[in-house]
T-cell receptor, first 111, second 119 residues
Framework: GENVEQHPSTLSVQEGDSAVIKCTYS??????FPWYKQELGKRPQLIID?????GEKKDQRIAVTLNKTAKHFSLHITETQPEDSAVYFC??????????FGSGTRLLVRP | DAGVIQSPRHEVTEMGQEVTLRCKPI?????LFWYRQTMMRGLELLIY????????DSGMPEDRFSAKMPNASFSTLKIQPSEPRDSAVYFC?????????????????FGPGTRLTVL
């Protein structure tokens, strides 16, 4: 089955700097890669997603890149703000329906 | 749209008691997922329904866990008897799916979760 690894587990950046979170997956048939943001005590919320026919997608300060050959994808947050502080989860959906989640990255943006 | 609705938001019970968690998916969505989140194991998929039919329950930890979806707008997750190790946040998510058995699922939207504490 699919296995998703996420790094780093914690990330601390200064406000205004960029943050990058990386994930790798094992199943080459995986075709959908969402990223979720979870604030403390809240539900995971989709912030951006990418499908396997696209290499990069951007939405304002957030971008995701996908390298199908290397089987890894990354989340990039530019001009970070304190409200970006949260736990971020990557996920991969393989040829079946299941979303397999990474272990999460706790991002802290220092004012 | 109210989004996915879960109840109760918090549940504290004693070991051995029956616990029932409830979920109302987003109207028009045909797939429903139950997840469990703990610090140790992260987000785990417990069971998946498509068009009210359980498709895969391989994530259900034990026979103590059961889930039902009697109609398109309601699902329950029951734990009987509950144990302290069942303490976790339980999320319900829904999506719109297509294809055979609804295997092509679109974005999953999560409910607010139920924080379960078993003493």
């Amino acid at each position: 089955g699919e296995n998703v690894e996420q790094h780093p587990s914690t990330l601390s950046v200064q406000e205004g700097d960029s943050a990058v979170i990386k994930c790798t997956y094992s199943d080459s048939a995986s075709n959908y890669f969402p990223w979720y943001k979870q604030e403390l005590g809240k539900r995971p919320q989709l912030i951006i997603d990418i499908r396997s026919n696209v290499g990069e997608k951007k939405d304002q300060r957030i971008a995701v890149t996908l390298n199908k050959t290397a089987k890894h994808f990354s989340l990039h947050i530019t001009e970070t703000q304190p409200e970006d502080s949260a736990v971020y989860f990557c996920a991969a959906r393989d040829s079946s329906y299941k979303l397999i989640f990474g272990s999460g990255t706790r991002l802290l943006v220092r004012p | 749209d109210a989004g996915v609705i879960q109840s109760p938001r918090h549940e504290v019970t004693e070991m051995g008691q029956e616990v029932t968690l409830r979920c109302k998916p987003i109207s028009g969505h045909n797939s429903l997922f139950w997840y469990r989140q703990t610090m140790m194991r992260g987000l785990e998929l417990l069971i998946y329904f498509n068009n009210n039919v359980p498709i895969d329950d391989s994530g259900m930890p034990e026979d103590r866990f059961s889930a039902k979806m009697p109609n398109a707008s309601f699902s329950t997750l029951k734990i009987q008897p509950s144990e302290p190790r069942d303490s976790a946040v339980y999320f319900c998510a829904s999506s719109l799916s297509s294809g055979r058995y609804g295997l092509i699922t679109d974005t999953q939207y999560f409910g607010p979760g139920t924080r379960l504490t078993v003493l």
